[in-house]
């Protein structure tokens, strides 16, 4: 039914003067994609490969011509760059993977009139045709759907698709001129946009994952790539980017591994991070800190003022953990129930010590109120911390356990307290 109404609608678009070169290297999009077209043109040609699609293009008079970038023989790019040599009136639409970045990229500094992403949807192809056959077709499928800014040589915007301003939430004028600092996410490490920096301005290609806001502050996610443009004398002009919003993705990522109620990471993440963060310490050398926090008579809490109360709780003291892990090497995590951990890279005995003392002071300040509890008349925690150096570590296990002793010293020391770890003891 869909592949009748098409071509009934093809049929409207009165392109009974166009004729259309197709090149696929798989037989059955070919096939399948021909059969959506039948009667849109009085002509249509096919090709397998780039060579024989050049040649037919050389020998019939081509309006339309789609192409697929990554084809045997001659690629798509190398087909579009010699029909570019001889003319600029034949409208190419090529057909690729968007994650293709830097392809894409050269086909628009060829003259490309379209942009297809696999797997496109008949609509999608409909459409391009119908504004070719109309003549009104212009750069607009790739302005309105590709994530595209170009700067010059010191950053700034002189450029942007209509999809960059769209996602962005800016207009083309609060744009203009400025830097991609603009969208720039205080979660993004300024370390990210050093090496960037220093990649591009190398005439290297620069490719990653952004995490940017939009005007309203809203995070979005983008894969990226960034290439220099450089002029006849091989000096760098300036840099275009092209973006692939991936803000779906992302958060399908961090729900797998968010603690639903607190908000921190759960403890699958835990378990992988500190496996990460250990060996890379013990590889530089440097100051890991783990501690794990325990809310003190929590079971009697929820006894006395209900398991809601208690969920209220968990959020609270965890929204302090969050606003001590700010920095890229912090992790905070919801170990299960009402245990907590909180991992940093770099922070000295005395630094840790410290932070430990004011997370306790600032969950005390909260004032929750436990009647019930036998150290305080409000809610209070006790910390278990472990703190060396990366070459003194042995390996996970060790770490966890020692922890697991400081906070059980903690408990029995009257709660309400830190008790650090020795580091000494690698006993099981």
Sequence with gaps: MMAHNLKSSMREYKMNNL?????????????????????????????????????????????????DINMPKMSGLDVLKAIREEDSETQVVFVSAFSDSTNLIKAINLGVSAYIVKPYSTLQLKETIKKIADKKFTKDAIDNNVIISHTDKNGYIFEASNAFYKLSQYSKNEIIGKSHKIISHKDTPSSVYENMWEVISSGEVWEGELKNKKKDSSPYWVDLTITPLFTAKNEISGYISVQHDITLKKEMELLSITDGLSGLYNRLYFDKIINIEIPRSKRYDTHFSFMMLDIDYFKQYNDTYGHQAGDIAIKKISDILNQYTKRESDYAFRIGGEEFGLLTIGLDLLTSTNLANNIIKDIKALAIEHKTSLVSDVLTISIGLYNSKGKNIFDTNIVYKQA????????NNGRDTLSIANTEDTNE
């Design 19 to 67: 004729t259309l070169l197709y090149a696929e290297d798989d037989e059955e999009v070919l096939e399948n994609t021909i059969y959506l077209l039948d009667g849109c043109c009085p002509k249509i040609y096919t090709a397998k490969d780039g060579q024989e699609a050049l040649k037919i293009y050389k020998d019939e008079k081509i309006d339309i011509i789609l192409l």
């Design 404 to 411: 697991d002793k400081a906070l059980y010293k903690s408990k």
